[in-house]
Each structure stands twice: as C-alpha cells, then as structure tokens.
C-alpha cells in the first residue's frame, strides 16, 4: 500500500482527494497497489471526512516515513517552495499543479529528486488535465523541438472567445468569466498573460533542458484590446487569441506572450471557450496538437493523479526527462519576422497612407474615422521602427494605438 | 550500448533508420546510452550504406543475443506475427507500427511480453506520430473513459477536406489523394473504413482491457459519398468526416466506423486534410484531443522510436497497460440514439413527406428535384426502421439513399 499526504486543500487538492476515492479501484489497478490518502495539511479547517486526515502541523507529514509520495496542492511560491525542498530531500516525491514554483524553482527542485533517485512531477502544472509534459519527457523527448506555441490560459480565451463570438467588449466577457467561475477576484495574472508566461517558461525549459527565467520572456495580456481588434481580425479572416509562443532554431530561442491574430487553417484557431491547446513542432515528428480543458477541479486533478500513479510505481527510479539550472538567454520575439498589424490613430488616413508608403508593401484597412490600421507583411522590428519614424516625420497626426502580429496563412 | 534490429525496410523502417542516424546526440542522451542498428532485415536489397547491414536471414536476428529490441515495420499478418512471436520469446521486447498486428494479435503479444518482463509498444500503430497509445497507457490509465472517436486515416480525411473545399466528387478526389502519396494502388483499406477500424480496436481495447475484435465493429466507407452529401453536411453546418467512434457505458461499449456529419464546435470538425486526431472523454480529465499527422515517413518514425528508447531504458521491466484475451463483445452502434440523416430516392417529395409526417420530429431538406431528406431526431433503428416500414407504405415510390448520422449540437 503506498500512503500519500496532499498540502493544501483548495480546489485542486480536494479534487484529487475526491477523484482517488471515486475512481479507487481503476487507480489502484494501474499502480499495482492501493494508494490512499493519509494526511491533508491545510491551515483551514474542514468537516467530516476530511477531518479524519487533516493535520495543521507540516512536521507530522515530513517525519512520517510512511509517506513516500505527496501532492502540492498549495499553490503560490512560499511555503510550498520551502515544503517540496524538505520533502524532496527526506525522499518523498512530489506531484505538483503548481505552475510558479515550478517555473521559479523546476530546475533546482528536478536536480535534487534526481539526486534523491526519486521524482518531481508536475503534469498538471500547465495545460491542466491535458498530458503535455509526459509527452514531452517521452514521446518527444528524442526530438528536436522548433516550436511551441499554446493557448494556455482558459480565462482568457474564454473572453476572447466571447469578444468574438458576441461582440462583447472586455469588461463585460470579464464579468461574464467571472460569473462562470473561470476568473478570480483579481484577474490580472490571466489577463495580463502572466499565468500563460509561467507556463511558457516551464515547457521551453523542458524542451531545452535548460532554465528559461520567465521574467525574460515579453509578456503582453488582453486587457487593451477592445472590440476595433476583433474587427481587424474578422477583417483579416483570422482569430484574436492570447498566444505563447516559443520558436527553437538551436541555441537561439525566442519566446513571447502577446495577442495574435491567428488566420487560416492554424489548429489553434479553433481552440475556443475555456478550452487550452499546446501545438508543437519537432524535426522528426512534423506537428502534433494536444487539446484539452486547461484548468478546472477535476481535469486537474487527473493529470495530479497520474503522476501520483507514477511516483508510486517508481519510488525509486528518476523517471522526469531533467533540466539543468543553467539559465537559458531568451531572445526577443519581435526580431523574428512575421506579419504584422498595427493601428494608428489620426484624423488623416490619407497622409498616413502616403507616409507609410515608403515602407516596404504595406497595406492598408480603414474601418473607423479616426484611425487606419497598415499591415505590415513580414516586419521585423526595424520595419515597425520605420514606421514610428514616418508617423513623427507627419508632423503629429497619427500615433500608434497598438501593433498585432498575424500568424498562419 | 543498445544493439537493435530493424525489420522491413519500407517507408517507415527506412524512416526510422535515418531518423535514427540524423538525431542520434538527441536519441542517446535520452536513452542514456548508444542506441546502435545492427541489422536490417528485408527479403529485397539496398545499396550503401544499408548494404553493410542488411540480412535475409531472419536467424541472424533471432539467435543474436545481444540483440534485445527489435523494431517491426513489415505491415501486414505473416510473417510479422511469426517473427514477433519468436522474438519475443526469445526476450527481445518489440516495438511496431503495424496496426494489422497488433488488432488481431495484441493481446497474445502483450501477454507474452508481459509473462517474460520485457516490451510489446505500438505507439505508431495508431494515428502516426501522435502521441496516444501512450497517453492511455500512463495519463488516461487511471481515469474511466467513456468515448474514444477519431479521425484516425489520413487518406479519406484528405478525400473528404478536398471533396468539401474544392467541391471535387470522390474519384478525381482520390485520384488527387494518390498524385500526392496519400493514397495506395488498392485504396480500399483506407476508403472502405478497415484501416480506420482496426486503429480503432486497438484503442478500445487498450481502454477496456479486453480484446476487441475489429471484426465486429460495423464499418462503412466513403467510397459511395457524392457531392449531395457535402451538400446536405453544409445545409446542416456540419463538415462531412469519416469518424471511428466508441462509447463505453460500464460493460456496453458501442463501437462503428462510418461517415458523420459533425456539427457545430466538435474539436474533431477542424480536423483536415491528411492530419488525424483522437478525441476522448474521460469522468475525471472530461474532454482532451490529440492531433497531428497520421502518417508519413518520419511522423511514423518518431512514434517508433519513442518506443525503443523505452524498450531501451526498460529492458527488464514491462511497461505497457495490458489487455487481456478475453474477448469483449462490441453492441451496435445502431441501438444509440443520435440524429440521422435520411436521404430518400423519390419523384413525390410531397407525398413522403405526409408519410414521414407520422415519424416523431421529423424535419426535411429539399436540396436536388429527384430526392429529399429527413433529419430524424435522437433516432434509434427502431425509428428508421418505422421510416423504411412508411416508405414501403407509400406503394413503391420512395427508397433509402443513404443514410448519416449528425453528431455535435
């Protein structure tokens, strides 16, 4: 019998509790033995029959040996980082939904269970239930990995969704998100692409095998666009989405977080509502997309549970794919070439347009009075810089509103 | 230093010998040691460099014992069945991408692999490089599944994609198919549903843990589709695909492969051209889709050698969720209730029309002069036999085209 302890008692670690005892027989199975939950730390207090298990001293998890696996359910950096160190070097593995400590502290956390010869697991710390990091420690791992770009955050895409779908403006497919339980009091990690940023850093880093610091990867949320951009894309065929993105060309990795217009036959296009989507591309196996429900109770606590089953058959063999807490520069994205939209608002489209004729193939949408937006085709920075440039070289009428990368066909 | 043999050297054993050699810094390191071919067994020959490994004699691979992992890409029953049988019991663990194989034979092989602690994997024989079988063996193992429905073959996806874009009928469609290598010489495995029958088996079986024989599941083709039937797919705002479906309802799984007009955001409506995806329900992970190329030389080749770098790591270790041999039997489709499509041959639209008036719910779609078409709510055979039961009624006029189930809202 394999004993587990699970820290903290929130939404994720009540939906693992809860899933281990419904599905107890087809979990059981899978491990070879049964697994049940001995300990839920929590500082809260909780009825029957949790209360059974619930200890508010950490110590009685950590110096019961019994306990060979626990979940970190907590969230948030500390005391979970503290935590997962002292249970990690007393030998026990770690499953963790955890996406910040991971992204903060992986390498290091990932080094001392290898050096325990026990494991870290964290498969649902991006893309919930979806499986993406046990692909990406097997099935790819012998790959050479050119890209990967996720809509990784439920929240938003719910309310791009919506903006789209409704022509709602932002505040209120906030509120809508809000009212469905999809966004939290305050919602600035998911709208200001923060959460989809920490996610980013974890799959690149594991992709690369080394540590990618999310603080260096630009970072742009949603909360500015309003329905004008929606306009652009339906112009434009495409679909507004909050898209992270990492391109691998050898050592030179360049990674970004930022609304996109995603047109043609792009497999993300199609992600909609709270659902996530992750889409690689490697050398040998071409593209491949895995698609799922990316937060929630219990797509969550299926992928928790999975890794559980795995720290359980594997006490003591490192089976996580590792990478080194070598820091791993993170070029910018915007020296990559793409297509590009960018509004600029005046009140004499016809002087813009003659200005920004002398860049390279522009064209032109004017859907509202007083602004025209240029798509730029393929523009690297330089390009956009020009055009910042030319718009001062006006004499004042016509400063940028925002600029939007278009990708797909 | 791993020593393995590759039999067949068609498109996918040629695949996995130059993936191998162009990513073999990558495929070392992540099997934590030198994965070396040392044989190539195929009946034809091969200049250099395959010259210098290519044997005839199957003995050569049977009685080297340093050879412990064999690759099998031959396709087809006999002899891949013979050879993988004696390799295995020779404690060779086996890796395949022949979906024939492991359909009729997957649960004798699993079990031999499992009674002498080495490998059966067959990650490739499913849906090309997507990562799946995998995914139901670790993710999805402990979860309780409840549908499985794929668009597991590229060819016919490809048909239907270019007959509903480019308005093509089937013949100059599969004659495109073929121009561009999708399609075989004989493409009636691929058009008539087999290949996508057998894949799904091999999924359902892996669910349950219970050999499921293809033979069971009722399968229909797309090789009778004409550009009526896209006609009434966008009437309806679906898309025409050719879907593998299987629901599990505790011990009743219902299982068919045939042509479905998809409806509305199934994830599985954007799926085209030649990709595949898989799409599964879960109780605790809810909804998750894997999507990716479903053939092709090196999508093929990823998803074999995935699987020898875990024969490689695993040696002494059975890795694989086994399914046992006993049968489980497969309940009609038929007897779930889904909407239907009805066409009808008549010169008397109006008068099918009042008989069919007798038949719950039934709405019609007068498209072309000489038939018409019920949409049949939630129909169960039952209803479409009631259907067939009035058309006779009608004295003669009036006889069943075809008929299509619409799934999504």
Redesign the interface.
Known sequence: MAEIAVLGYGTVGSGVVE?LWA?QY??DR??SQPIRVKYVFDVREFGAPIDKLLTHNIDDIIYDNDVRVVVEAMGGVEPAYAYVKEMLSRGKSVCTSNKELVAKHGAELLTLARDMNINFLF?ASVGG???II??LN???????ITEISGILNGTTNYILTKMTKENGDFNECLQAARQMGYAERDPSADIEGFDSCRKLAILVSLAIGKQVDFENIGTEGISRLTQRDVAYANELGGTLKLLATAKIDGPGVYARVSPVILRG?H?LA????V?NAIYIK????????????GA?K??T???V??DV??AVKNLNRNIM?FWSTEKHEILPYGALKTDRLVRIGTNDAGKICQTLNTVDNVTFIKLFGDEIAAVIPDAANDAYERIVHSLAATGGDGRVISRTAIEGE
Chains 1, 2 share one sequence.
């Open positions: 899933a599905n087809n979990i899978k491990a498969e239930g979806i499986p046990r692909p097997s099935s790819l791992a012998a790959d050479e036959g497999p199609f992600v909609n509502d659902y490697g050398k040998i196996i071409g593209e491949v997309m895995f698609y799922g429900r929630g219990f797509p606590a299926s992928a549970i999975a089953v795995d794919h």
